[in-house]
């Protein structure tokens, strides 16, 4: 493929000049840049590199809103396990539907059958990148956290681990009135807690710095794994500095399976003994040991959050200072290493041509033709060439059409999805967090359960020791026997109030114990429900899809063979100094 390093347009690899400028064509650095995708799409510049995908700045043919694509990297396309990652990511993401998780707008395969991933463009920074420009106010820190705890609630109600969250993952996008919004980024090493085809014994996936014990040892580790990241997160954002210090990847993960932190009050006296509690709690070795879900820690992290002072925010405040130093580890290809993340989206480098600068340049061809041969007469083989383009531009508008209607049409089916998904989404954030309280009540149940049963452990003791001594003593009365007698019924009573309170925390865990499976049946329902919703929707937008990347496919032909022609009758007429301002202005169309 080749491009004019003057206007742009594309050629084929055995073109030489541009048939508008005559500019010697170059080699197109990047055979995707202004590339149309999928039929929507025309990618205008890379974004950044990683070690599974390269992500572009595009926009849509539509409605030329800016959206970010990651294109899978051909030399990996032919590894089924990674392609079937590759699209996890993008079901993963877009059947939550959540405003802090990064909205999927489509995914499927190029023209080379490679795959692609379409996300919406994002302007901000990774946490990653806050974090480096020096220590953040405990206030913006705990509410960029709940936001993430919020979307991760989901994920994980909807029996999603995204299994790498770290800072680099998180992208924080500066609103209007100054607050954060956050986005979590990279679903790719996600998946289902039911789904093991993905993972094989030994593979390790993730970043290091947060990666939780079970994560090391085991390809079943859970929601937890996910709660012990944003410990470390808490615990980078409050001591500014990460929990485990280590020179390489296996002393961060020999760390984390062996080692406990220093409370990060050690580093920062000043966060709330709540707050140094939850997070030391987070990263305990011991999933189970940790906050029962999400739910759990966005309750624990609201109370400690409501509690903290709140500095005045400026409505519109500057842009951070620039990145120093090498790239992020997110766009270098490493073992442990993210997807590219969306930057800010930079000016278009490619004018697309359209199908109105088409009919602009027939126009402009008529005038040329009509100057050279005012009485129509003479060259009858470049009036048959005209028409020829004039004709290729007609069908390549009614191809354009078809396509627009097409793409209104997988609009409508995506809106009118993720307006579902985003219903089921909320009923499931109900449930979910029914189903969390019910959880900590388990807990709390089993703990009161188990404290009485101790006591009633201890307390068997004295009243038979106390009991054999009545036994053994004399008949006669005495103020001795008396003593143990009242001894006994004070051990006696003290020993049946414990048992009442046994029984009362047996019957309280049992009532939990039935109200988790109920609960339990409505949310494998709604997720069993949205699945099917969700797979309809995509059945459908597939169908379509299809049909708008057999219409781009075409517009693409139809607009090789205009510029063949066109540069036919351009080299024909170019040498007629008449047609010199004609050439001008169609250098400038």
Request: glycine content about 6%.
């Amino acid at each position: 493929m080749k491009i004019c390093p003057t206007c742009g347009l594309r050629y084929p690899s055995d073109a030489v000049n541009c048939f508008v400028d005559r500019a010697e064509l170059v080699t197109a650095p990047d055979p995707y840049i202004g590339q149309l995708i999928g039929g929507r799409y025309r990618i205008e510049s890379q974004l950044g590199e990683g070690g599974m995908a390269t992500v572009y700045a595009a926009r849509s043919a539509l409605d030329q809103k800016p959206v970010a694509i990651k294109i899978f990297r051909k030399e990996l396309a032919k590894d089924e396990k990674l392609r079937e990652r590759f699209k996890r990511e993008a079901t993963s993401a877009q059947r939550l539907s959540h405003p802090h998780i990064i909205e999927i707008l489509g995914y499927g395969e190029s023209e080379d059958k490679t795959p692609y991933l379409v996300m919406e463009y994002l302007s901000g920074e990774s946490l990653e990148s806050v974090l480096e420009h020096g220590p953040i106010p405990l206030a913006r820190g705990l509410d960029l956290m709940l936001q993430t705890l919020d979307a991760l609630a989901r994920a994980h109600d909807f029996e999603v681990v995204h299994r790498d969250l770290k800072p680099d993952n998180l992208f924080v996008v500066r609103k209007e009135d100054g607050s954060d919004h956050v986005k979590i980024l990279d679903f790719g090493i996600a998946r289902s807690m039911h789904d093991q085809r993905l993972t094989k014994a030994g593979e390790v996936f993730g970043t290091p710095q947060y990666m939780a014990p079970e994560r090391i040892t085991s390809i079943d580790a859970g929601p937890g794994a996910d709660l012990y990241a944003i410990g470390v997160m808490l615990y980078q954002i409050v001591a500014n500095q990460l929990p485990f210090e280590a020179n390489d990847i296996s002393g961060f993960l020999l760390k984390h399976l062996r080692e406990m932190p220093v409370p990060p009050s050690k580093h920062n006296p000043q966060i709330p003994a709540a707050l140094d509690n939850l997070i030391l709690k987070l990263l305990e070795k011991d999933p189970n040991k940790r906050p029962v879900d999400a739910h759990a820690v966005i309750k624990e992290l609201s109370a400690i959050a409501a509690q903290v002072p709140r500095p005045q925010q400026a409505r519109k405040p500057p842009p951070p200072p620039p990145r120093r130093g090498p790239p992020s580890p997110a766009l270098e290809a490493t073992p442990f290493d993210g997807q590219p993340k969306p930057h800010a989206p930079p000016k278009g480098t490619l004018a697309p041509a359209t199908f109105e600068r088409w009919e602009r340049r027939v126009q402009l061809f008529g005038q040329m033709l009509g100057r050279a041969y005012p009485d129509g007469r003479g060259r009858p083989d470049l009036f048959q060439l005209l028409e020829r383009i004039r004709i290729t531009v007609g069908r390549m508008g009614e191809c354009r059409q078809r396509s627009l209607r097409e793409q209104m049409k997988l609009e409508a089916i995506r809106t009118q999805a993720r307006e579902a998904q985003a219903r089921f989404g909320r009923a499931m954030d109900t449930l979910g967090q029914d189903l969390s309280r019910v959880r900590e009540e388990l807990v709390r149940a089993k703990q009161v359960r188990d404290e009485y049963a101790q006591v009633l452990a201890r307390g068997g003791a004295p009243f038979a020791h106390i009991h054999a001594k009545v036994v053994a003593a004399p008949a006669a009365p005495t103020a001795e026997l008396a003593m143990l007698y009242r001894a006994g019924l004070e051990a006696l009573d003290s020993l049946g109030r414990a048992m009442q309170e046994h029984q009362r925390a047996v019957a309280w865990l049992e009532a939990k114990e039935r109200e988790a499976p109920d609960l339990q049946l409505q949310i494998d329902t709604l997720r069993g429900q949205l699945a099917k919703l969700s797979q309809a929707s995509e059945d459908e937008s597939a169908q379509v899809q299809n049909i708008v990347g057999q219409l781009g496919a075409e517009m693409a032909q139809t607009e090789q063979a205009l510029m063949a022609d066109a540069g036919r009758l351009a080299d024909e007429l170019r040498p007629d100094a008449r047609m010199r301002d004609l050439f001008a202005e169609l250098e400038a169309n």
